[in-house]
């Protein structure tokens, strides 16, 4: 059996979507889910543009929601761990990562809401070891 290549140059070449990459604020939530457990709900997520005189970056603030009782202590070993917690976001500083709030309620079920602020800074064009700050 004889092929015509021809047949296949001229054919149009299935083209795939457009790789899109995941912004810092994405790759943050990804890494704060991973640590917070499966069991965490995103109740609201927002992004605040930061600056100062030598770095720029945002504010990241989530709302997160543990219902029940396995899912609330993952949510206070979330408080625990993390101030201390190495994130890496690629080109990014994490230079603070705090529960601004937590709110335990019990009736009509047992419930914890946190609200976490983590700063994340842009160290790109820095030569700094991409860990948390000492300061």
Known sequence: MLVDHALFRDAPRASRPPRRHRTAGERLWHALRA?????????????TPWASVTFSGACHSFTLRFDEAEAI??????????????FHIP?????????????????PAP????????????AGHLHLPLAKPAW
């Open 35 to 47: 640590l917070a457990g499966a069991r965490a709900i995103l109740v609201s997520q927002r992004e």
């Open 73 to 86: 202590e993952e949510g206070e070993r979330l408080i625990a761990v993390l101030p201390d917690h190495p």
């Open 91 to 107: 080109r990014h500083l994490v230079a603070d990562a705090s529960v601004a709030r937590a709110r335990h309620t019990l009736l």
């Open 111 to 122: 419930r914890l809401e946190l609200d976490i602020d983590i700063l994340l800074l842009e």
